[in-house]
């Protein structure tokens, strides 16, 4: 090799090391695979378990594995796909006292910040939206590079009071629980 070949080579890993010039290797991830994809909850009703889940959602997700901590993500929530129970119990939650889905169709989560915790773990801090009530978020992430996609899984507890769900006779918590745990379970292909 050259003395000007190897000083190329060295001024060249320089500048990718150093951050000037990207590494052509990061890989991006941002577009929902909708059918891997799911967000489900476990409640409490008349003291058995119910589970149930949201079978449509969308939204903008950005992630490099290099640079998790400039992941963003505004994930849309249609609560019209509610689904647990039967029939009768999935219309009485898109009605007013529930999720009042006419004049509230979908939900909104919008990341703030997100924090490496190293290890393939994140911590995920924004806003959840649901029924026009716009309340802190923050939410332990695991994630795995599974070649040319990425998977997180993340659970939450949500407290349906602070939300507004379950009016009149339905905020009695004996008999539908406050506490609502939430599994996120999110694939992104890469672009």
Do not use: C
């Amino acid at each position: 090799m050259s003395r000007s070949s190897k000083a190329l080579a060295v001024l060249s890993a320089s500048l990718i090391l150093g951050g000037i010039i990207p590494a052509v290797n990061a890989a991006e991830f941002s577009a929902i695979d909708a059918a891997k994809s799911k967000i489900t909850f476990t409640t409490k009703l008349m003291g058995s378990n119910l589970n149930g889940g949201f079978s449509k959602f969308s939204g903008k997700v950005d992630f490099n594995p290099d640079q998790p901590e400039k992941a963003k993500a505004n994930l849309v929530i249609e609560i019209a796909s509610f689904n647990a129970g039967g029939d009768d119990l999935q219309e009485e939650a898109r009605g007013k006292d529930w999720f009042n889905t006419k004049s509230f169709p979908t939900a909104n989560f919008v990341s703030d910040s997100v924090k490496n915790l190293g290890n393939n773990r994140l911590e995920i801090a924004g806003k959840l939206s649901i029924k026009g009530k716009a309340m802190p978020l923050t939410m332990a992430v695991t994630y795995q590079v599974q070649g040319k996609r990425v998977i997180f899984d993340s659970s939450f507890q949500l407290l349906r009071l602070d939300y507004g769900l379950g009016a009149g006779n339905w905020a009695d918590t004996s008999a539908v629980a406050n506490e609502v745990p939430v599994k996120v379970h999110l694939v992104l292909n890469s672009n």
